[in-house]
C-alpha cells in the first residue's frame, strides 16, 4: 500500500510520495514512486497500488519511455497522458507475448471469480428466504451470473483505438488457455456448453469493454501531473491500469483535475486517504458512515417508541414503521447530506483552499509531505499494519522552473557518484 497526495494551486503542483511498498510476507521501505515523465518539460508521474505492472518495475517502464520521447513535448497535459498510453500498445519488448498471455489469463481468473461471488451472493440470498438450493439451482445461479457480467461488458460499447477483430484476435489468441482456466474455476459446475461459450467470452469483451473492473489482483495505478506547453494552470489525471492483451492496453481514466479560476486551488490523496480526507472535512470516513448507520437505527426506535406511546398494537406497529421508515430514512438523510456537506465546505475545506491557493512553492511542498506524514503517523501509533512509511519523496513542478525534486532519496551517494547527475541530460539518438 502507498500513501500519496497532490497539492496544486493556480502556480505550482506538488506531488509527495512515501516509500514504503509490500510483499506477500514483508513491508520494504524504499521505493521510488514518482518521477519525471520528461526531462525537459513540467510533467511528472507517481505511481500507486503496486510497483510493478506485468511484472515490469514502473521505475522502468516510465525510463523507458522517457529515453523514446527524447525532448518532445505538448499543447496540453492531456496529450502527454495520451502519448504515455500509446506507448504500451503495438510491439513492446518490455511487454512480450508470453507477458501478455499471462496478463489476459490473470484477468480472466479475476472475472470468474467475480461470477462465483455474485453466484453465491444468489444462493445467500435462497437460503435466507428458507430455501435448500438444489444442485441443478446452483448451475441456473451460476449461468444467470455468467449472463448478466457478459451483458454488463458488452453494454457499454467497444472503446476507442482497438483495431476491427480484436475481440475474436484475443479469442483466437488466448483461448485454450483460458479453457483450462474455466476448468479449473468452474470444475465442480455442470455448466451448458453455451454457459462455457459465454465465459470465454466474457474476457474479450471485457477487455474490448469502456467499462472496468476495479477490483483486480493485477491492479496498478499512476498519476500523470504537470503542464502541457499551453496549459496555464497545473493539471493532473489519474489511471488505472489492468493488463495488456494482443498489443493493447486495458486502462481507465478515473479522473481529471485542474486548477481554474474557479477552482483555484486542489488537494487529492491516492491509495490510502482517510487521513487526508479527515484532515481536510473535519470528520474520518469511518466515523461518517457509523454515523450513518447509528441514524438509521435510531430512527427506527423512536418509530416503534412512537407506536407504543399510541398504544397501538404489535402489527399496527410494524405497518406504521414499515410504512414511514423509508419516507423519513430518505429525507432524514438527504438533510443530512446537503447540511453536512455545506458545513464541511464552509468551516473545513473553503479555508484550506483559501490558504492554499496562496502558498509559494516550498510551502506546497511542506504541505504535501506534512499531509503525507499524517497518514505514516497514525500507522505507527496505531495497531494497524504499517503499510505506509520510510522516507518522504517530494517534488514541485511548475511552468518556469519545470520538475524540481524538493526532497528525493537514493540507493547511492550522489556525491561519490557525479557521473549519475552528469548522464542525466546526455543526449540520446532520440533526441536528435
Avoid at 146 to 168: D, V
Avoid at 259 to 275: G, L, N, R, T, W
Avoid at 305 to 323: I, P, Q
Amino acid at each position: 500500500m502507498t500513501a500519496e497526495i497532490a497539492v496544486m494551486n493556480e502556480e505550482a503542483i506538488a506531488l509527495a510520495a512515501d516509500s514504503a511498498v509490500s510483499s506477500s510476507s514483508k513491508i520494504f521501505t524504499s521505493a521510488n514512486k514518482i518521477f519525471a515523465l520528461s526531462k525537459y518539460h513540467p510533467v511528472g508521474v507517481m505511481v500507486f497500488a503496486r510497483a510493478q505492472f506485468l511484472n515490469v518495475p514502473w521505475e522502468t517502464i516510465i525510463k523507458q519511455y522517457r529515453r523514446q520521447l527524447g525532448v518532445k513535448s505538448f499543447s496540453t497535459l492531456e496529450e502527454h497522458a495520451e502519448d504515455f498510453l500509446k506507448f504500451f500498445n503495438g510491439k513492446n519488448a518490455l511487454f512480450p507475448p508470453d507477458a501478455q498471455e499471462r496478463s489476459a489469463l490473470m484477468i480472466a481468473y479475476d472475472l470468474f471469480q467475480l461470477v462465483l461471488a455474485e453466484t453465491a451472493e444468489k444462493v445467500a440470498r435462497q437460503k435466507a428466504e428458507g430455501n435448500t438450493p438444489s444442485d441443478a439451482m446452483l448451475v441456473k445461479a451460476t449461468e444467470e451470473s455468467i449472463g448478466e457480467q457478459l451483458a454488463r461488458w458488452t453494454a457499454g460499447g467497444q472503446r476507442e483505438g482497438l483495431p476491427k477483430g480484436y475481440r475474436a484476435q484475443v479469442d483466437k489468441r488466448y483461448g485454450p488457455k483460458i479453457d483450462e482456466t474455466i476448468a479449473t474455476v468452474f470444475s465442480e459446475a455442470k455448466l451448458s456448453k453455451g454457459a462455457l461459450g459465454e465465459l470465454r467470452q466474457l474476457v474479450s469483451a471485457y477487455l474490448a469493454s469502456e467499462d472496468y473492473y476495479w477490483l483486480n489482483l493485477s491492479q496498478s495505478g499512476i498519476v500523470i501531473a504537470g503542464f502541457g506547453s499551453e496549459d496555464v494552470f497545473p493539471r493532473l489525471a489519474r489511471f488505472y491500469f489492468h493488463g495488456i492483451a494482443s498489443n493493447r492496453l486495458k486502462s481507465v481514466e478515473i479522473e481529471t483535475l485542474k486548477v481554474s479560476h474557479e477552482m483555484p486551488a486542489v488537494i487529492s490523496p491516492f491509495a490510502q486517504d482517510e487521513e487526508v480526507v479527515t484532515f481536510m472535512e473535519g470528520i474520518s470516513p469511518a466515523l461518517r458512515g457509523y454515523l450513518d448507520s447509528w441514524i438509521t437505527r435510531k430512527l427506527l426506535e423512536v418509530l416503534s417508541e412512537a407506536g407504543e406511546h399510541l398504544k397501538l398494537s404489535e402489527a399496527k406497529t410494524a405497518e406504521m414503521v414499515k410504512a414511514m421508515s423509508g419516507r423519513c430514512l430518505e429525507a432524514v438523510r438527504k438533510d443530512l447530506e446537503e447540511d453536512l456537506a455545506a458545513f464541511k465546505w464552509e468551516t473545513s475545506i473553503d479555508p484550506i483552499i483559501d490558504v492554499v491557493r496562496m502558498l509559494p512553492k516550498d510551502e506546497l511542498a511542506a504541505m504535501a509531505e506534512s499531509l503525507v506524514n499524517l497518514t505514516s503517523f497514525k500507522r505507527r501509533v496505531t495497531t494497524e499494519r504499517e503499510t505506509v512509511g520510510g522516507p518522504i519523496d517530494v517534488a514541485v513542478i511548475s511552468r518556469g522552473d519545470g520538475f524540481i525534486w524538493i526532497k528525493r532519496k537514493h540507493y547511492f551517494s550522489p556525491e561519490l557518484n557525479p557521473q549519475f547527475a552528469a548522464n542525466y541530460y546526455r543526449k540520446t539518438e532520440s533526441d536528435d
